[in-house]
């Protein structure tokens, strides 16, 4: 299927590794041109080299903490210096700490709310000015399953997350008519180094081994699996291609059936 996204651009937040690096991948394959960032200089660099190999395309890193007052913005504003464009935006963070309710005071609540609902704002006010321009654009917001089925010990992330998907859909009702369309893509478990780093951490606190441990997570998705993360960037390639020109305002699941609600 031909995606429409051949000579377009596209800005990658969290890129360096994980599903970050593999909707950079997806995107790259598709022959758009890259800015990646994350906080990591030496990965990500490792990581715009690797994409640049394989698949032929500009990329330029920028290392960046998203939870710093104003980065969102300047690393949006240098990728439009680099390329003229800016057609694909994909935020994405680390998430907030784990913990309950008392565990956190008010600086721990402003903190997780710069870096999971500031910091995407941030990027998409200084991205849509240029999409609104060229009358079209994709914004595609990283979140969890945690916006559908809440996850026990992420308070943080529960509440915060939610607050993202609010906002983007009331984004998308604004800039449809422009050309821009704004969906979220919400996370279920995939096989990545942060998921072996829980598996090791929770086997420590609870006794087991991590490959036990990510047996009992697989064990609850009715596929039997953790998800492999080239298919999470399969699903972020089209949400960015024409062929999702219709799909506006959307939240998918993409959790192998984890999610046991209705709607």
């Known amino acids: 299927m031909e995606m429409g996204l051949k000579g377009r651009s596209a800005l990658v937040a969290g890129a360096s590794k994980g599903l970050g690096l593999a909707v950079a991948n997806g995107l790259a ?37 998203l ?5 969102g913005e300047a690393v949006v504003k240098a990728a439009l210096q680099r390329f003229g464009r800016l057609d694909v935006l994909v935020t994405n963070a680390g998430g907030p700490p784990a913990g309950g309710f008392d565990d956190f005071d008010e600086q721990d609540w402003l903190a997780a709310v710069r870096l999971t609902l500031l910091a995407t704002l941030g990027m998409a006010r200084a991205a849509l000015p240029a999409m609104r321009e060229a009358g079209w ?5 990283m979140t969890s399953i945690s916006v559908k089925q809440p996850i026990g010990n992420l308070l943080l992330s529960n509440s915060i997350r939610a607050a993202v998907h ?28 942060r998921m072996v780093n829980l598996a090791k951490a929770t086997a420590e606190a609870k006794g087991g081994t991590p490959d036990e441990v990510i047996e009992e997570m697989a064990a609850q998705v009715p596929l039997k699996r953790l998800g ?14 024409e062929r999702a020109s219709y799909i506006n305002g959307v939240s998918y699941l993409i959790d192998g059936g984890l999610y046991r609600g209705l709607m």
Do not use: M
């Not at 080299?49 to 395309?57: N, P, Q, R, S, W």
């Not at 654009?137 to 917001?141: L, Y």
């Not at 906002?167 to 096989?191: H, M, P, Q, R, S």
């Open 29 to 65: 394959a598709e022959g758009c041109d890259l800015c990646i960032c994350a906080r990591g200089q030496d990965a990500l660099q490792a990581a715009a080299e690797d994409i640049k190999k394989a698949h032929g395309v500009e990329v330029f890193s920028q290392a960046v903490d």
């Open 67 to 71: 939870s710093q007052p104003g980065a």
């Open 137 to 141: 654009g994709r914004i595609i917001n």
């Open 166 to 193: 609010g906002w983007a859909k009331t984004l998308a009702d604004f800039e449809g008519a422009k050309g821009i369309t704004v969906n979220n893509i919400c996370t279920g478990l995939f096989a990545t180094q």
């Open 228 to 241: 492999d993360p080239k298919e999470y960037g399969d699903l972020a390639v089209f949400l960015a291609s």
